[in-house]
């Protein structure tokens, strides 16, 4: 099979206002992936269907990396002013200074690429999205491979990146109504998530919180549902 | 590629919307069209399962699958918890096949943390990952004959068959269908030589079995008739959508990821594999029974050669078990097709990403455009074709 | 000839039908619960807490390490580690589960807090008849429901019980070794300042407190 540093060189010379990063792998299983940029990723993938045969999309699947908040020393130079024998005067000053800085999150969709008629792979691509609420933007890859519909539906399901071009983008595994993405990892599940008494004590009081909750609100299915002895 | 597709179209009468996309299908305008929500507990759905479907007098014009039933959410949970307190989940994913599922589970946090398995635990996993093939192919053409029509009898020979080789799960691993049996470099427990005797014994039972199975169905003429020339997949079609296992293979289309990837010691035994020329119901009925035969085979090879040793890498921990940071994805032929495992670390004691690929869900995908055209009895029956299991469908 | 393959399988119901008469591998039924099946060795069902001895508190195995219930999947196991600590196997003084509760209804048999215990003292039942009116309370398990004889786990899986007693009186051993090393080297130095000018006493060791326990274990 060709390397990836090979696929990207082809992809490049196919594509030629594609711009693919290789993004490394530090594992063992040295499966190394690409990362496409949206704009141009159905070209891309329907250069590696139709000119690498790749002919097999395997899996599909969302990542979720959350803004993450960096710590870091910085030196900083300021002018600073001191009143010097009656004199106004400035003076440089370096200090070191803890500055916290907070990294943009994204979601990442992940495909796994094999070649049924040449028997390789795998082949693993990446995209990412601008942000991760209102900029939670892809483009589908379901015209060039069939089995990315479903699949994507999953991921808009769980994760929210809204795949442009999707032909039923609809959610998949939650039910309609359903107004959060339960795979981010900032989700919170709701309090009457669980009812069951057990002896977890914790499950016990959020049961009983959420009962109380709702005991004012008059919801009746949800005591009917309770149900505790 | 578009040629099959366009004739496809004329054929039922459809319009052309993208050759891998289902075709529009209008009704004939006489009596109207029939909405029935097929399901969830429809007793031919196999679980909770619904499909809308509309129909045009008998013929089916749109389907429309409908999961979530059973989604349980089984990724988040896995994010929640160590590599090796997923292992139990994996096995009700698809509850039939627990042994493939722990073997797949297995094989991806391998790779990711480049763990070295024992010989004679490769032999034990091939081993039971057949024996489990044989369990899903035997109950697999059961279900299907029953939902032809057939209430009980074939499937009652497939439960007798596969009452044998849970006993001889349970000897081994101390579950019948919860077995929890593989560990990330290795198996858990040593098989004893006399539960190596004991499967030999039912493995020389199986070919009987098989001729046995085979006398009863395959030359009915009730089911050829059922069968033959319904829910036809096109081979380029079937690859597009990602299709994959006995569903593949019966449209034609050579690819068994044993022989493809080779993973664990699957290179050393003499298989074949068994391809179909139509990709209907009865082809993928006859490529299971094949592909029972050709896993005996497998099982005779390996119960011949399996050397002693031990059966986990001594280098394996239980406890505190951290791969370093990294991804991998790794991915078995599971007897209803390609299930894969991928997994993101970033070097805690949790698994950052933890991502099934189920083989069921993506091969049911393609049910709409098997099932255009056709009457809305044999629906059942090509649903039945695809082999499902909900556990794993809805996760 | 069209219905000769369903006469080539009604012949093989027919087969099938006679052989259930005289063929005594076909008659499979069991009358349960007046007739059981043989019971399989590794059967596994829900944990129970081992015990040496026979006084379950005393000789409990358990010293509330709280890893099984770290490990533990379905978070079935609730544990409250004991404020004082008293002799184990070994006569080291450990802590003791003062609340060990297993959740029945919500274990899966998995055998997680089994490989993950360092003790030993965790292991899977075969009991199955479990069924109580009481859904939530019947099912939950404290410690003296869960605790069961070294004896019942001879019963239920000997082989495996042999080789954890194996195992554990090598350790014991070993521990007796060190203890015995430990009290030689301590006599030694305690007789090094005299020297030569009296004879060495040799030095006699110090019986460990562990063999108390030993002792019960061979008596029980």
């Not at chain 1, 992809?11 to 690409?34: F, M, T, Y």
């Amino acid at each position: 099979m060709k390397t990836v540093e090979e696929i990207k060189a082809a992809i490049e010379a196919a594509v030629p206002d594609a711009r693919v990063e290789i993004v490394a792998n530090p594992s063992v299983s040295g499966q190394h992936s690409l990362r496409l940029t949206p704009s141009r990723a159905i070209e891309v993938a329907t250069f590696l269907r139709d000119g690498l045969k790749f002919d097999y999309l395997s899996n599909v699947t969302g990542v979720d990396w959350p803004d993450k908040e960096i710590a870091e020393k910085v030196k900083v130079t300021r002018e600073v002013t001191k009143v010097e024998d009656g004199v106004e005067q400035t003076a440089q000053e370096t200090v070191e200074e803890t500055r916290k800085r907070v990294e943009p999150g994204c979601l990442e969709a992940v495909y796994h690429l094999y070649s049924m008629s040449l028997k390789q792979g795998p082949l693993v691509l990446r995209m990412r999205t601008l942000n991760r609420t209102d900029q939670a933007e892809l483009p589908s890859l379901t015209p060039v491979w069939r089995s990315a519909e479903f699949q994507e539906r999953e991921i808009w399901d769980l994760y929210g990146i809204v795949f442009s071009g999707h032909p039923d983008l609809r959610r998949l595994l939650m039910w309609d109504g359903f107004k959060d993405h339960p795979m981010r990892r900032d989700y919170v599940e709701p309090d009457d998530f669980e009812y069951e008494p057990t002896a977890h004590d914790d499950v016990l009081k959020r049961a009983e919180a959420h009962r109380a909750a709702h005991a004012t609100a008059g919801a009746a299915g949800h005591e009917a549902t309770g149900g505790e002895q | 590629m578009t040629d099959a597709k366009l004739e496809f179209d004329a054929a039922v009468g459809a319009k052309q919307e993208g050759w891998n996309r289902p075709p529009v299908m209008e009704p004939s305008g006489e009596g109207g069209v029939l909405e029935l929500a097929m399901g969830p507990h429809h007793p031919s759905t196999h679980g909770v399962f619904r499909m809308d479907v509309a129909l045009d007098g008998e013929r089916v014009i749109r389907l429309k699958p409908v999961f979530g039933y059973l989604h349980r959410n089984h990724e988040k949970l896995a994010e929640g918890m160590s590599y090796l307190g997923s292992m139990p989940f994996t096995d009700r994913l698809d509850y039939i096949c627990s042994l493939t599922n722990n073997w797949a589970y297995a094989l991806a946090v391998e790779k990711l943390t480049g763990q070295e398995v024992p010989e004679r635990a490769e032999y034990l996993r091939v081993i039971l990952g057949e024996l489990t093939r044989v369990v899903n192919h035997a109950s697999s053409i059961g279900f299907l004959i029953q939902e032809m029509g057939a209430s009980g009898t074939p499937l009652m020979y497939a439960f007798r068959e596969r009452e044998k080789i849970l006993d001889l799960f349970e000897a081994l691993t101390g579950a019948r269908m919860m077995c929890n049996y593989m560990r990330f470099g290795g198996c858990r427990v040593d098989a004893s030589a006399a539960w190596l005797e004991a499967t030999r014994k039912v493995v020389a039972g199986l070919p009987g079995f098989v001729d046995e199975f085979e006398q009863l169905l395959r030359s009915n003429e009730i089911l050829m008739a059922r069968c033959q020339g319904v829910g036809i997949l096109r081979p380029d079609l079937a690859v597009n959508a990602g299709v994959t296992g006995p569903l593949l293979r019966a449209s034609g289309v050579n690819y068994d990821i044993r022989k493809v990837d080779g993973y664990g010691i699957y290179n050393r035994f003499k298989f074949r594999v068994p391809l179909g020329d139509h990709g209907d119901v009865y082809d993928r009925f006859m490529i299971r029974m094949l592909e029972l035969r050709e896993s005996i085979k497998i099982l005779e090879q390996a119960l011949k050669e399996i050397p002693v040793g031990p059966v986990m890498d001594a280098k394996a921990k239980i406890r505190g078990f951290r791969p370093k940071a990294g991804e991998a994805y790794g991915r078995i032929e599971a007897p209803k097709g390609e299930l894969g495992f991928y997994l993101i670390s970033d070097g805690g004691p949790n698994p950052y990403r933890y991502r099934v690929r189920p083989p069921s869900l993506i091969n049911l995908t393609i049910l709409e455009d098997m099932c255009l055209g056709q009457n809305v009895a044999d629906v059942v029956l090509i649903f039945g074709s695809v082999d499902i299991v909900l556990g794993e469908v809805d996760r | 000839m069209l219905g000769e393959g369903i006469l080539k399988g009604l012949a093989e119901t027919a087969r099938n039908f006679a052989g259930s008469f005289v063929s005594a591998e076909r008659l499979t039924t069991v009358q349960y619960p007046e007739e059981r099946i043989a019971p399989i060795e590794a059967t596994r069902d829900f944990p129970f807490l081992l015990y040496d001895g026979s006084d379950w508190e005393a000789g409990m195995r358990c010293v509330a390490c709280q890893i099984c219930e770290k490990e533990c999947p379905p978070q079935c196991i609730y544990i409250e580690k004991s404020k004082d600590k008293k002799p184990d196997a070994l006569g080291k003084p450990q802590f003791y589960p003062a609340r060990f509760d297993i959740d029945i209804s919500v274990c899966m048999s998995c055998q997680i807090c089994v490989e993950v215990c360092p003790f030993e003292a965790i292991k899977m039942d075969t009991e199955f008849e479990l069924s109580t009116t009481d859904r939530f309370g019947g099912l939950l398990y404290d410690r003296k429901e869960l605790a069961k004889s070294n004896e019942h786990y001879h019963k239920i899986h000997p082989t495996e019980a042999a080789e954890v007693d194996a195992r554990l009186a090598e350790e014991k051993a070993k521990a007796d070794a060190k203890a015995k090393a430990a009290a030689a080297a301590a006599a030694a130095k305690a007789a090094a300042p005299v020297q030569a000018a009296v004879q060495v006493q040799p030095a006699k060791p110090v019986q460990p407190a562990g063999d108390l326990t030993a002792e019960r274990e061979t008596k029980a």
